[in-house]
């Protein structure tokens, strides 16, 4: 039986669909999407304005949400998106400024200034997001202050009786990219010891936003093989999925990382393969990044009618396959009627 306070309970309903599956589109993006628009227009960063962030993820938002159970933004850019999405999906909004603090070493997470979890929630927010990189692997005093500050977000959202979101993103704490051989082989332990961190109870997490547990580039026989080196085979795959479901007793979703749409589909394909109780997805560059050249070129008309079209078959494939296998978040507590609601004092 697990205890959930009645505005917890809410959130969680508000960004699931009528399974009870997170079918959840991302567009929380701020400086990537930046230098993506940048890049693609061949400008300076600095050109890419305001007011072309905040079209940009209107448009998303506008024609995506109609097929999704809810839409992650940020509260910077992304309000005027939030007015526009469909009355079937519920709002996330992330808490965390773009990118991390620099300044030190460690990737310490910074929040937006005069944000709090109250102030999200008063924003219209069902639910607060945070993003974290964290590796296990790095130095213990680094992950003590990260493991501070979670603590206190959890404090923050269970007083403000909203849902805590919590994404994690490993990385190489030596420095690498964490896209070569080695971080590969260390990935499933990246990503499940960080799992398992923060699925006690005293980060008040309601669900966890992790990564695909391994790097698919390097699994022989897919999609994203890279043609060299493996460092897992389909079975080896499947097994360290399968530790990854039994690592935590909490509701988790998939993030996309930014790869592609059909390998993304590949890797849940696996995942379901394993027999993995996950809870949906939060799906956000591998549905719409292909719009953003149409965007840089075009504008907001032309990324419009790209959405409409390949946008939308995109996200109808994904919830293709969260219909073959993600199960409502509820699943991992027993069942709806596990759930124990209590009214928050």
């Known amino acids: 039986m697990i205890t959930l306070s009645e505005g917890k309970l809410k959130s969680l309903e508000a960004v699931s669909n009528k399974k009870g599956v997170i079918s959840a589109a991302a567009m929380d993006q701020r400086g990537s999407l930046q230098k ?26 506008k024609v995506l949400t109609p097929h999704a159970s809810a839409i992650l933004l940020d509260p910077e850019y992304g309000l005027p998106a939030a007015k526009a999405r469909a009355k079937n999906a519920g709002l996330l909004l992330a808490y965390e400024k773009t990118g991390y603090d620099d300044t030190s070493a460690g990737r310490i997470p910074t929040f ?40 206190r977000i959890g404090k923050e959202c269970e007083e403000a009786d909203i849902a805590f979101f919590l994404e994690f993103v490993g990385y190489d704490p030596k420095g690498g990219d964490a896209k070569d051989l080695a971080y590969a082989k260390i990935k499933p332990d990246v990503v499940i010891k960080s799992m398992e961190e ?72 696996l995942a379901i393969s394993a027999g993995v109780n996950f809870a949906g997805v939060l799906c956000g560059r591998a549905t719409w990044k292909d719009g953003v050249p149409v965007y840089a070129k075009e504008g907001a008309k032309a990324l419009e009618a790209w959405l409409s079209d390949r946008g939308v078959k995109n996200i109808q494939a994904l919830n ?25 004092a």
């Not at 897992?232 to 990854?244: C, N, P, S, V």
């Not at 396959?321 to 609601?341: E, M, N, Q, S, T």
């Open 36 to 61: 993506s628009i940048a890049k693609a227009k061949g400008v300076p960063d600095s050109q890419v304005t305001r007011q072309m962030l905040e079209e940009f993820k209107t448009a998303v938002t």
């Open 112 to 151: 937006i200034d005069g944000y709090s979890a109250r102030r999200i929630k008063e924003e219209g927010a069902d639910c607060v997001k945070v993003l974290l990189y964290y590796s296990p692997f790095d130095d213990p005093k680094v992950n003590q202050r990260k493991q501070e500050i979670m603590e």
């Open 198 to 269: 923060f699925s006690k109870d005293r980060y008040k997490v309601d669900v966890l936003k992790v990564e695909i547990p391994i790097d698919v580039k390097f699994l022989k026989g897919s999609k994203a093989f890279n043609g060299k080196e493996a460092a897992y085979d389909w079975d080896e795959a499947r097994a360290i999925f399968k530790r990854q479901d039994a690592c935590t007793k909490k509701p988790f979703i998939y993030l996309s990382a930014g790869v592609s749409d059909d390998i993304f589909r590949e890797s849940l394909e």
């Open 320 to 344: 293709a396959v969260l219909d073959k296998g993600a199960k409502p978040w509820f699943a991992r507590y027993g069942g709806r009627d596990k759930v124990l609601v209590h009214a928050k």
